[in-house]
C-alpha cells in the first residue's frame, strides 16, 4: 500500500462523493439520512447496504463488508490500494503526491505490464492488418463476416509463426526480457532461453472493465496443426481468469440497460454478436464459471442468459458453473440450440431473427436440468424411469416457491409420461427430510440472531465511538469522561485499542486507526461510522457519555446488591465487582 500523507487521503476522500461513485456500479435510494441498495459483494434479494454521504462510508449488514469509498473502489474493482487513489484521483482532478521509491517500484512495474500488454496488442494488428504474414488470418476473419471495422472495435491480431517476433519487437522498445516475460508474452525453454508463447496464431485480446489489455487469447487457424485450438495468457500481476470476462469492457453499459447478459463461450461468438446487434454478450474465459465472475454479471444484471453449444452446456463443469450464477441471485436462463451449432454459426448467416427465438425460447435452469437428467434415457425400462423420477423429484424439492414447484410437477411429469401424483409424493418425501435437517440449523441461527440484538445502551456507544474516531478534536474531552471499560463486545475491543495507545491524540488520522485493526473489527468500524447520526453537537455527545457511566454505575451496582442478597458471598467475585463500581464511579466524578 502506497503511504500517501493522511493529509493527502483526507482531501481525496472530501472531494469525491461515495455516492456519486456507488451509483455508477449499483443503484441506491434514500433511506433517512443515507442511501441503500443491494449489496454488489453478496447475493441478497432485500437491501442490507448502506451509504452515508455524511462521513464517506459505506456498510453491508448481511456480509460485513464496508469501508471508504477508497475500500469500495478497492473491492469493487479488485485492485491495490494506489491504483484505487489514482482512479479517485483521476476522478477527483487531484494531483498525485510523490511515493516513496518501493511504492514506485511497484506500481511503476503495474503501470509496466499494462503498458507492455497495450503495445503488443498494437504490434499483433499491424501485423494482422498491414502485412503479408496476417493474409492468411485476415482472409479467414473476412470469411467469417469480419469486417476490419469489426476488427478494430476488438484490435483483434496476429502472431506470426515465428519464435521470438514479439520478444524481438517489445526488447527493442526497451522492455526487460523480465518484464515481458511477468506480462506472460514469452515463455521460458531449455538453458534459460526464452521464445514467444503465441505463434501462428489470431490473437483475440482481453480487457479489463477500464479497458485496458490485461492478456490476450489465441486461435489456431482451421488448417494449422500447433498445439491446442485455443491458448490463453497465463495468471500474471493483472490478469486473473476466474474474475474476467471477455468483451465485459464494450457490454457492460448494454447488460445494464437491458438488465440482462448474454453469455457465450468463443470470442468469434460475442464479436459477431456485437456485430448483428446483441452487445450485452460476453464470453466466460472458458465453461465453469466462478464465484468472481458472478459478482461481476451481479454488478450490471439480474439475469444472465447462457448460449453454449448443447455438448458444453450439459457437461458438468458448466452445470456447476451455472448453479454458482444461481447462487448468486442470478436468474439463470440456457438457450437451447441445434446440434453442433454455436452463437457464431448462426449469426453469421444472417439469422439474427432466428437466434433471437432461441433467445425468446431460452429454458429456466431447473427445466434444462430436468432436460439434462431426461436426455438419452430409456424411460420404457421401469427400473431406469424410476432412477430418473428420484433425481427428478430431489432436483424439484430444493425448490422453496410452491406455485413454482407444482409447475414443475406438471411439466416434469408431461415429459416423463409419469403420474405428476406419483412425483408429488416422492418430492414431498424429500422435503420432509430436508426439513428435518434444517430445524436445528434454524434454531441455532435464531438464538444467535437473538444474542446479538443491540440494546439501547449499545447504540448510544456506538455513537460515541463514531464521532471519538470522525471528530478528532473531541478525543481528548470524551477521553476524559468515559473510559474504555465503559463499553461492552467489539465495542470494548475497539475503545481499549483508541483509549490505551497513541491514537488518542487529535493528530491520529481515522485512516492510522483503522490500519491497526483486525478483520473483525474493521467490518465493525464501518459499520458503526456508516449509521453515525448527524447532527449530534458537544454538548449532546458529552451528554450521552456521561448518560452511558451513570448506567453501567447503575448495572454494577444491581449486580452487586443481586448477589449478596441470593447469598452468592465469593470473595474474590465481589472483590473484582467492588473494584469495577469504583472503577465506574471515578469516571462518573470525573465527568461531573
Known amino acids: 500500500m502506497a503511504r500517501y500523507s493522511d493529509n493527502f487521503i483526507e482531501e481525496l476522500k472530501f472531494s469525491v462523493d461515495i455516492i456519486d461513485v456507488v451509483s455508477d456500479y449499483l443503484e441506491l435510494k434514500r433511506a433517512g439520512n443515507r442511501f441503500k441498495g443491494l449489496c454488489p459483494f453478496h447475493n441478497e434479494k432485500t437491501p442490507s447496504f448502506f451509504v452515508n454521504p455524511d462521513n464517506n462510508f459505506y456498510h453491508c449488514f448481511g456480509c460485513g463488508a464496508g469501508g471508504d469509498v477508497i475500500n469500495f473502489v478497492m473491492e469493487i474493482e479488485n485492485?491495490?490500494?494506489?491504483?484505487?487513489?489514482?482512479?479517485?484521483?483521476?476522478?477527483?482532478?487531484?494531483?498525485?503526491?510523490?511515493?516513496?521509491?518501493?511504492?514506485?517500484k511497484l506500481y511503476q512495474e503495474r503501470?509496466?505490464?499494462?503498458?507492455?500488454?497495450?503495445?503488443?496488442?498494437?504490434?499483433?494488428?499491424?501485423?494482422l492488418l498491414e502485412t503479408e504474414l496476417g493474409a492468411d488470418s485476415l482472409k479467414y476473419l473476412k470469411d467469417r463476416g469480419f469486417t476490419e471495422d469489426d476488427i478494430e472495435y476488438f484490435q483483434l491480431g496476429y502472431a506470426p509463426d515465428e519464435w521470438k517476433a514479439v520478444l524481438s519487437f517489445l526488447s527493442k522498445r526497451e522492455y526487460s526480457l523480465d518484464m515481458i516475460h511477468k506480462a506472460g508474452l514469452i515463455s521460458k525453454g531449455k538453458n534459460n532461453?526464452?521464445?514467444?508463447?503465441?505463434r501462428n496464431r489470431i490473437i483475440f485480446p482481453i480487457f479489463n472493465i477500464r479497458g485496458e489489455v490485461i492478456a490476450f487469447g489465441g486461435r489456431v487457424l482451421p488448417d494449422s496443426e500447433q498445439g491446442a485450438k485455443y491458448l490463453n495468457s497465463p495468471e500474471t500481476a493483472i490478469f486473473s481468469k476466474k474474475k474476467n470476462l471477455y468483451g465485459l469492457n464494450r457490454a457492460k453499459k448494454y447488460i445494464r440497460q437491458e438488465q440482462r447478459c448474454i453469455i457465450m463461450e468463443g470470442y468469434t461468438d460475442v464479436i459477431q454478436a456485437h456485430k448483428k446487434g446483441i452487445k450485452n454478450a460476453v464470453a466466460s474465459l472458458g465453461t465453469a464459471f466462478t464465484?468472481?465472475?458472478?459478482?461481476?454479471?451481479?454488478?450490471?444484471?439480474?439475469?444472465?442468459?447462457?448460449?453454449?453449444?448443447?455438448?458444453?452446456?450439459?457437461?458438468?463443469?458448466?452445470?456447476?458453473?451455472l448453479e454458482i450464477l444461481n447462487n448468486h441471485g442470478i436468474d439463470v436462463k440456457v438457450i437451447t440450440l441445434p446440434e453442433g451449432s454455436d452463437p457464431d454459426d448462426i449469426l453469421r448467416e444472417n439469422n439474427l431473427e432466428l437466434f433471437n427465438e432461441y433467445m425468446d425460447k431460452a429454458e429456466s435452469l431447473v427445466d434444462f436440468k430436468i432436460d439434462m437428467i431426461i436426455k438419452g434415457r430409456n424411460l420404457n425400462d421401469p427400473g431406469v424411469k424410476i432412477k430418473t423420477l428420484k433425481e427428478a423429484?430431489?432436483?424439484?424439492?430444493?425448490?422453496?416457491?410452491?406455485?413454482?414447484?407444482?409447475?414443475?410437477?406438471?411439466?416434469?411429469?408431461?415429459?416423463?409420461?409419469?403420474?405428476?401424483?406419483?412425483?408429488?409424493?416422492?418430492?414431498?418425501?424429500?422435503?420432509?427430510?430436508?426439513?428435518?435437517?434444517?430445524?436445528?440449523?434454524?434454531?441455532?441461527?435464531?438464538?444467535?440472531?437473538?444474542k446479538v440484538k443491540k440494546s439501547d445502551i449499545v447504540r448510544i456507544?456506538?455513537?460515541?465511538?463514531?464521532?471519538?474516531?470522525t471528530h478528532k478534536h473531541l478525543r481528548s474531552s470524551l477521553s476524559q469522561i468515559i473510559s474504555a471499560d465503559d463499553f461492552y463486545g467489539k465495542g470494548k475491543k475497539l475503545a481499549k485499542i483508541i483509549w490505551n495507545g497513541p491514537f488518542i491524540s487529535d493528530s491520529v488520522s481515522s485512516d492510522k486507526i483503522k490500519s491497526e485493526l483486525g478483520e473483525d473489527l474493521k467490518s465493525y468500524w464501518s459499520e458503526i461510522i456508516v449509521k453515525q447520526k448527524s447532527g449530534l453537537n458537544k454538548d449532546k455527545l458529552f451528554n450521552l457519555a456521561k448518560f452511558v457511566v451513570e448506567k453501567n454505575l447503575e448495572v454494577s451496582k444491581n449486580e452487586i446488591c443481586s448477589r449478596l442478597n441470593n447469598g452468592q458471598n465469593d470473595l474474590q467475585t465481589l472483590n473484582q465487582m467492588l473494584k469495577k463500581f469504583h472503577s465506574l464511579n471515578s469516571n462518573s466524578e470525573r465527568g461531573d
Open 111 to 127: 503501470e509496466q505490464l499494462f503498458e507492455i500488454n497495450k503495445t503488443a496488442a498494437r504490434f499483433y494488428n499491424y501485423l
Open 393 to 450: 423429484a430431489e432436483l424439484i424439492s430444493g425448490i422453496d416457491n410452491e406455485m413454482e414447484k407444482e409447475i414443475y410437477v406438471e411439466r416434469t411429469s408431461q415429459k416423463m409420461n409419469f403420474d405428476k401424483n406419483v412425483l408429488n409424493k416422492e418430492i414431498k418425501m424429500r422435503s420432509k427430510k430436508k426439513k428435518r435437517k434444517n430445524f436445528s440449523r434454524k434454531e441455532k441461527k435464531i438464538d444467535k440472531r437473538r
Open 461 to 469: 456507544q456506538e455513537q460515541l465511538l463514531s464521532y471519538f474516531i
Open 193 to 198: 532461453s526464452f521464445y514467444d508463447r503465441f
Open 291 to 321: 464465484d468472481e465472475q458472478a459478482k461481476l454479471i451481479k454488478r450490471y444484471a439480474d439475469q444472465a442468459l447462457i448460449a453454449y453449444d448443447s455438448d458444453t452446456a450439459g457437461n458438468k463443469a458448466t452445470l456447476r458453473g
Open 79 to 104: 485492485i491495490t490500494f494506489t491504483e484505487a487513489v489514482k482512479v479517485l484521483a483521476e476522478k477527483a482532478g487531484i494531483k498525485l503526491p510523490n511515493l516513496t521509491d518501493r511504492e514506485k
